[in-house]
């Protein structure tokens, strides 16, 4: 029996705006063909966002929170097209919403106007805001990842400088080298460099990082430098570290991390 894997966070945020762009979609072009048949005088059933609030207001959930999430600088944008902050006193194409049309409202005899139309109006701005969101998803998980992996480095530089406290040198070095290498991936992966080797030593991160342009020659010869420091602790040399040299080794690291992204 082949194992279920878990769906890691990025996987789950595609499917998830896949899935509310999908919808809203769906839904658009139910409107779009009762809107045609209208006008050939057919008779369309409706669809089941507008027969059933709670649909909506269901999807309707789940969008707003993906957009708080990838664009909030079009969040307000977006629950106007539901929902007006500022209700009008008269009924007109300009101000008739989605809370509107789910509720039923007419539009006023002294203006009148299809609301059919005004409901795919609305949904397709709400449509064209969702698919600018989405567009963002890979930047959002980068961003949400990179905060993880800050928060796993700071934790793991404090257990390094506490064991290095301790007089377990060798044990804060080699964890503050795992740090430092880890960050190195990460900005290679970042900024699309070609690794040439297929497991590639800190030295070759660095070479392949500075050869990429990703940061300049002062930057590439103090992760030289604490690369020797990790060396040192790493493997049995012809001398052990310094208490100085693995204090500075971690300093490097976390100044490195909040300083070359």
């Known amino acids: 029996m082949d194992e279920k894997t878990t769906p890691t966070m990025g996987e789950r945020i595609r499917a998830e705006a896949a899935e509310v ?9 139910g409107l779009v063909e009762e809107v045609l ?8 059933p ?19 929170r993906l957009i708080a999430h990838l664009a909030p600088e079009r969040l307000e944008e977006f629950t106007e097209q539901y929902r007006a902050k500022r209700p009008t006193k008269e009924i007109q194409y300009s101000s008739y919403t989605l809370a509107d049309f789910l509720a ?14 005004a409901a795919v109006f609305r ?20 961003d949400i990842r990179g905060v993880l992996e800050a928060s796993l480095f700071d934790n793991e530089l404090a257990q390094g400088s506490d064991l290095i406290g301790r007089g377990y040198l060798r044990a804060g070095i080699v964890l503050a080298g795992v740090v430092l290498e880890g960050h190195l991936r990460r900005l290679a ?9 297929t497991k590639p030593t800190l030295g070759d991160l660095n070479e392949n990082l500075k050869e990429a342009a ?13 690369g020797d420091v990790r060396n040192l602790g790493a493997h049995k040399l012809e001398r052990e570290p310094t208490q ?16 070359v992204h």
């Open 21 to 29: 762009l999908n919808a809203a979609l769906r839904w658009r072009t």
């Open 37 to 44: 048949s209208k006008r050939k005088g057919e008779a369309h």
């Open 46 to 64: 409706r669809p089941s966002f507008v027969d059933r609030e709670d649909s909506y207001q269901a999807w309707y959930s789940k969008a707003i």
């Open 104 to 117: 039923g409202v007419r539009a006023s005899p002294m203006r009148p106007f299809e609301v059919l139309d």
């Open 123 to 142: 949904v397709t701005r709400q449509i064209a805001i969702l698919t600018a969101a989405v567009e963002l998803v890979e930047s959002a998980i980068a």
């Open 189 to 197: 992966q970042n900024h699309r460099v070609t690794l040439r080797k």
């Open 214 to 226: 990703v940061y300049d020659l002062a930057v590439y010869r103090r992760i030289q430098a604490m």
């Open 244 to 259: 100085d040299e693995a204090r500075w080794l971690v300093g490097e690291v976390d100044r490195l991390i909040k300083t």
